[in-house]
């Protein structure tokens, strides 16, 4: 049997909030604001328009936001066009304002949700009101400060919260691959981090922020199609009516028009509920794999472990950049000659060398 499973659930509307969140990164006029909110008024896939009033900016100087008069325009204009809109949240007083202009549903942002003593003083604002929240990821990939946050929220009394996965900052801009292509993105998905987040706390609703993640907006529904292919409840896309002029997050905001198409060409996934016969002599040869692989490693670890012997018994230290010079460079080799790709050698070659100098520094202790 066959059931039709929509690209990110977007159609479900059993979720607490509703499921596509859409709307330019600031307030920046009221006209603008009109303008955007008249064109996604239009599109009854959005159920929420985000709309940024206090801005958090990394370097001083830029645009912060308009702030109170900004939610009174986003009042009036919710009352005209029957919509809601939603903003971020990043200290008491911008919750206290936000229920004074009928905002219910609230964002705490990426550089708020990794700081437990911000986090509870939103909390505390909060507390006793009927607000619902959606919790960014940190900046930091730390599952458990995104997962305390969603927590502290939910000990005050906050029973809508859902997350939303923006992207993690690197010190250097990571490459991952986004469908053939390997991209440079402004934050980097780390797609394994917010499916961690789904595994703990499995009745949080979960959105995808691909606006963030790609810091342009060629790469945004390239990151939709991407997203599809893990376990999201919804979106959040920032769209503006003239996004080359935009005050902030000017090239990863999608004009209206372009985030109609992008909705519109998100061709439902076909899934099957039953394993596809098919798939299982594959999936048996990679359980097999993966077998050999894991005997292979614990033979190389047990090499490690003798070889730590010998270092002790020299004097040497555990550590050979030399050595493991030649490693690298003789793998990377080997690597480009079947094809595997060079980031990943990289990355796995790391991981394998930083438990073989855990084995060995252990066993020299
Ligand atoms: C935003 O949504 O405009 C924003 C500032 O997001 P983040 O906290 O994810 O950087
Ligand atoms: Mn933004």
């Known amino acids: ?51 940024g009033v206090w801005k958090p900016r990394t370097r001083p100087g830029g645009f912060e936001g308009l702030g109170e008069q900004a939610l009174r325009w986003m009042r009036d204009l919710a009352a005209e066009f029957g919509v809601s809109y939603c903003c971020e949240v990043a200290t008491p007083e911008h919750v206290v304002l936000c229920q004074r202009y009928g905002i219910d549903t609230v964002w705490v942002g990426a550089r708020t949700s990794g700081n437990p003593f911000m986090v509870g003083e939103l909390c505390q604002a909060l507390h006793g009101s009927n607000m619902k929240v959606l919790v960014k990821n940190p900046t930091s990939p730390d599952v458990g400060l995104w997962i ?13 919260v859902s997350a939303v996965h923006r992207g993690f900052s690197t010190y250097h801009t990571l490459r991952a691959s986004a469908g053939s292509q390997r991209v440079s993105y402004r934050n980097t998905p780390l797609w394994e981090v917010p499916m961690t987040l789904r595994r703990e706390m499995p009745d949080v609703p979960l959105l995808c922020d691909p606006s963030h993640m790609a810091g342009r907006r060629d790469l945004v529904a390239p990151l939709v199609r991407m997203a599809a292919q893990f376990d999201y409840d919804g979106l959040m896309v920032e769209v503006h009516p003239d996004p080359d002029s935009a005050l902030t997050d000017a090239p990863q905001q999608l004009t209206p028009l372009d985030f109609a198409a992008m909705l519109d060409g998100m061709a439902p ?54 050595r493991w010079a030649d490693v690298v460079a003789d793998r990377l080799g080997q690597a480009a000659e079947l094809g ?17 100098m855990r084995v060995q520094l252990a066993d020299k202790a």
């Open 269 to 322: 996934l076909e899934a099957s509920t039953v394993p596809a016969p098919q798939l299982e002599p594959l999936r048996r040869q990679i359980d097999e794999i993966d077998h050999e692989m894991l005997a292979l490693l614990a033979r190389r670890m047990e090499m490690s472990r003798q070889i730590a012997f010998i270092k002790r018994d020299l004097r040497m230290p555990v550590y050979q950049s030399g």
């Open 148 to 160: 305390g946050a969603i927590e502290r929220l939910r000990q005050a009394g906050v029973s809508d």
């Open 1 to 51: 049997m066959k059931k039709i499973v929509y690209l990110c659930k977007l159609f479900h509307e059993q979720n607490m909030i509703k499921t596509i969140i859409a709307g330019p990164c600031s307030v920046e006029s009221r006209e603008r604001l009109r303008q955007v909110t008249e064109a996604l008024a239009a599109m009854p896939r959005v159920g929420l328009i985000r709309a």
């Open 340 to 356: 595997l790709d060079d980031d990943f050698t990289r990355a796995l070659l790391e991981k394998i060398h930083a438990e073989s």
